[in-house]
């Protein structure tokens, strides 16, 4: 008998515990389908509204700047440097001497040279001068004429020797690295320095054969990252030939370059400029989702499941609903949509990282960035 209330006794124990945990999962299984039922809970984004604007017509492309005018400066002779009048990135005026070749025997050999031809002349002088009188020939006369033109010929020849190993910049401009140094043998042909002209620059830059493109049309160059290098001038070069490869036409265009913001060979993004004015819908560019498979967008819809939860802090819960989007020009902080949306249309613009198709949402700008067409970052 004792063993059997032993037995009863631990029947009713585990029995007990079996329903308590019965109960435990029943419950977590419920709470689990409510949650399933009710999906997550809504994210907090930043929304804004897609705008109707007007922008200036424009052909986008990108270029590299170019120098008006630019040589390397070489020489034309043999020699030793004996003087260096210039420094690495001076501004030079035109005729400005650069460099000295040694030229002492050159200049010793005029020296000898003017001599004889003051010889020459002399003798030519008192030929003529006997002439008159009879005492010569005129052959003798023609003979001393035609010593004094040979002396004088040599010492032109020997002036401009001399002056071809004095370099001289050919224009104004910027110099840029020496490349030579002091007592240095240079051969024919060896590059001192390069010169790029200041006074205006060109941008080179190419376009699809489909394109207008006229003489006299305006272009904007900016740099990308530097808002403050943006510089204007006007179409002055067409190519005649289209590229057979890329099928794209050669353009060139002149800007002024009064602040010495544009170097050659930068980098820089061509906006060429046509006389109207473009409805676009443009959308913060933080509103886009760049993906492989298409670009898209989530717009703020009201719930259609009747559900009235609330955000944190009593906001209405929206839907939002993802969009494919086709884009256009970027400029500033928008990005044109050409397809997909439509203006006055609510859209993320922050948090849509965390977001799916259809994702419940609350809105909080509280913290929402204002986009600009011309915005100035502070430098941090």
């Known amino acids: ?40 809970p809504p994210e907090a984004v930043s929304t804004a509204v897609a705008g109707d604007q007007q922008w200036e017509a424009s052909i986008p492309a ?7 005018k630019g040589v390397a400066i070489s020489t034309e002779v043999a020699g030793v440097v004996s003087a260096i009048q210039f420094t690495s990135g001076a501004t030079v ?36 001068a006997l002439a008159a009188s009879g005492a010569t020939s005129q052959a003798q006369i023609d003979a001393d ?32 690295i020496r490349e030579v140094d002091l007592g240095q043998y240079l051969n024919p042909g060896t ?8 006074e205006g620059v060109y941008v080179d830059f190419d376009l699809p054969q489909q394109e207008q493109v006229t003489l006299g049309m305006k272009v904007r160059v900016t740099v990308t990252g530097r808002p403050d290098f943006t510089g204007h001038g006007e179409v002055v070069a067409i190519d005649p030939k289209v590229d057979p490869v890329t099928r794209t036409t050669k353009l060139r265009a002149t800007i002024t370059n009064a602040d010495d913001d544009f170097h050659p060979g930068m980098f820089v993004n061509v906006a060429l400029l046509r006389n109207e004015q473009v409805p676009v ?6 509103a886009i989702v760049y993906a492989t498979y298409g670009d898209s967008v989530f717009v703020i819809e009201p719930a259609t499941d009747g559900s009235s939860a609330t955000g944190p802090d ?3 819960v929206m839907v939002a609903r993802q969009q494919f989007v086709r884009l256009g020009e970027r400029r500033g902080d928008f990005v ?6 439509a203006a006055g249309q609510e859209l993320v613009v922050a948090g849509a990282f965390k977001l799916r198709n259809n994702a419940k949402v609350y809105i909080d700008n509280t913290k929402v960035l204002t986009a600009s067409l011309t915005p100035t970052p502070e430098n941090r």
């Open 145 to 176: 004429e035609s010593a004094w033109e040979s002396a004088t010929a040599e010492v032109e020849v020997l002036k401009a020797q001399i002056a071809r190993k004095t370099i001289r910049a050919p224009f104004s401009g910027r110099l840029g």
């Open 62 to 68: 990108v270029g590299t700047v170019a120098s008006s």
């Open 191 to 198: 590059v001192l320095t390069t010169l790029e002209s200041v």
């Open 314 to 316: 009593g906001q209405t």
């Open 336 to 341: 044109a949509v050409t397809d997909g949306v």
């Open 1 to 40: 008998m004792r063993y059997l209330v032993t037995i009863f006794g631990l029947l009713a124990v585990i029995g007990g515990l079996v329903y308590v945990k019965y109960s435990q999962i029943a419950s977590l299984i419920s709470m689990g389908e409510a949650m399933a039922e009710s999906g997550p």
């Open 281 to 286: 819908v443009a959308v913060p560019a933080t």
């Open 93 to 128: 005026e035109k005729g400005a001497v650069l460099l000295q070749l040694d030229a002492r025997v050159e200049k010793a050999q005029l020296s000898s040279a003017q001599v004889r031809r003051n010889l020459a002349l002399t003798t030519a002088k008192r030929a003529r």
